[in-house]
């Protein structure tokens, strides 16, 4: 399933939770909702991720490359909506900044990699 189909698939959920009037019906079919000793707890499952996707790497290359591209898309400013034209925004994301080391962007796109595979696979 392309990414365009999976935004589809996933607006038509979203737009379904959004028409439910219970809270677990908004967030998930799995989703439990626990009143105790006064207080509420939420619980269960939110989510369940997809079977077989292609899209999440397996392999450490494709993980890697992944990595990459989160690095790259980590200093792509081109989208931004903050003023990039300030001190502070120049100083953390600027072309030429080094307030975020290659080894600070890297370890910060292999957690997400290792935290979404982790998710992936429980």
């Known amino acids: 399933m392309s990414v365009p189909d999976k935004q589809k698939k996933a607006m038509v959920v979203i737009k379904e939770q959004s ?14 909702i626990d009143r105790t000793a006064g207080r509420v707890r939420i619980g269960g499952v939110f989510w369940y991720a997809p079977p077989n996707d292609p899209t999440i790497p397996t392999t450490h290359a ?7 591209e989160i690095m790259t898309a980590m200093r792509d400013t081109r ?3 903050e003023q990039t034209g300030t001190t502070a925004f120049q100083n953390h994301w600027g072309a030429t900044s080094a307030f975020y080391t ?7 796109a292999w957690d997400l990699i290792v935290g979404t ?3 992936r696979s429980s």
């Open 79 to 81: 989208s931004c909506k």
């Open 62 to 68: 494709g993980k890697a490359a992944c990595a990459q």
């Open 19 to 32: 028409e439910d009037t219970t809270i677990a019906g908004r967030m998930g079919q799995h989703v439990r």
């Open 117 to 119: 595979t982790r998710q």
């Open 102 to 108: 290659t080894e600070e962007l890297e370890d910060a």
